[in-house]
């Protein structure tokens, strides 16, 4: 695997960082007036010390984290990525051993801090928002999915910083940051997986304490890390079977206190442990408020999960691209290199514009989230100021943005990487690249958090009932498109998907509007990067020339998927 800093050698992901994000803007967001360098001040509290003062020391403080997590990626993991994946996990009497080669690069992230970044700094995380968080992952996510995913597991507890009581945070974010907790998102049962409001495993009050009766499939590492605690966040029934969605409540459940019953033999992600977990009477801790765990916190826990995703496909693409076109550029065909070959040099010209628009959907994506998500932490917001009317509206914007996020990057890294394994010919169905590898593991992408199907019933009512006159989406779509000029293609994909949300509106049979919900979600998503590679384009500094060449050719296919669309839905049957 190509070894150097994921981050410094890395152009376009630099852009976005040094050129593209308006880190003016997200700094004021996040630090509140700089209160943490100010209470810094006053307290000496050690876990505050890094705080910045100014935006350009966030901007320093987020760079050297992003060089050191390129870094430790690119030198490193790349480095023991394969063997890891080779090895794989052995399960014997409870007890998932990992290799030893990952344990040692996991702990490599973490002496940098970069298992709890996104964590507040008065609990000993990085304190960083949510575009450093998603470029953070994107660049682990480059070298490897196993292995990140124990890493950056450790941030779905970051939901606790949200919905728990001050004791509870208190008592338990230092510890599992300091003892390198793995953390699990304890939803999925053997016959529950997408339909989690009637999940069956049931808690029971004895006293003052809760303990939990049931069985969880798919708890990725919840056996923990070689002998290294971890915890699952649990999803459970305090009401009745029939309470539904609302009977359910969210616990924290350490392995010290369940059994791990076995692991799942997979198709990628050989080095992620998939546990099935037995919980009998195991002991819980409440999170939050009973009845609020679904509706609530697992959707808060998730959303955060779904970012993650939207950043591993990126991260896995950007890596097939790289690979298969140093492959192509050395592999003689005919006397030459096949990257002169005009059908594999179209692959990877394809590759490398659409894996562009994947970095801006999933930096937007995370824009829209910071744009709302911190405003909860300014002391006495008036609600009805200009400022929290703005952070209510992107709050709806995150809300369609993330599922159409996950599902586009995660759909489009598996296209990408079919191509990338085809520029490799038969060495690429073979385990002597990463390819193989990388093709099984972007497989998982779009089914696990929510599959691509789910995705898409989170957005469709955003994004339909959005572009009414006044709707939220269509304002979305208005302030990004201002003051740019649009390319004919680009304008000409707008008009359509005008007609595709009118005509799919006038659908009255609900089951044809379910069945083509996603040509419309597929189409506001390919209408949604092509704006945002318009505005990287027009904001570049230095690479206007190659954004416009990714931008004609992004927008002449997305024009030639939205009719295929409208001709669809306008003859649904
Ligand atoms: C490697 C791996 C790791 C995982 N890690 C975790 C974890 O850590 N924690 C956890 O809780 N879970 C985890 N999961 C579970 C994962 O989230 C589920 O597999 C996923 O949500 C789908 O659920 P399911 O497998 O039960 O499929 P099903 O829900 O049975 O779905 C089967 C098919 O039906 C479709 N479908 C179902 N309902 C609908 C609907 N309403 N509308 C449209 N289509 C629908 C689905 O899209 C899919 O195509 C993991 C799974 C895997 C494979």
Redesign the pocket.
Known sequence: MIKGNYFQTNEDFKEHFYDLVDWDEIVNIYEHGFADAKEYEKTKNHRLEMAPTNVGEAIAYYEEVLNSCGEISGEYVSQVAQDVDHEGLKYANGVVTHPQAMVDVIHKYHEAGLGPAGFKRKYGGLGVPNIVKAMIAELMYRSDSSITIAVGSMGLASILERCASDEMKEEWIPKLISNHYTV?????EPD????LPNITTKAVKKGDDWYLTGT?????VACGLNGEPGMTLTLARTGTQESGARGLSFFIVENKDYEVSGI?K?LG?KA?A?CEVVFENSKGYLVGKEGYGLVKYVMGMLNGARLSVSSQGTGIATTAYEEAKKYAEERIQFHKPIITIPAVKKMLDRMEREIAGMRCLMVEAAYSVDKYYWTEDAKDLDPLSAKAKDAKLWEKVANTLTPISKYYNSEMCNDLVYDALQVFGGAGYTEDYDLSRLYRDAR?TN????????QV?AAIGGITSGMSQTGVFRQYLDQRSQGLSFEKNLSETRKVFEEIVESWKKITDTTLREKFAFEVVESSARLVVGILMERAKAKSKSRKDLRKIWCQGFHVDSLAILTGNLIRIQNAI
């Open positions: 699990t998102m304890g939803l999925s529950f997986g997408s339909d969880k499939r798919f708890q990725t799942e997979k992600i992620s998939t998982i089914i696990y958090d929510g599959t691509t199907q789910i019933n």
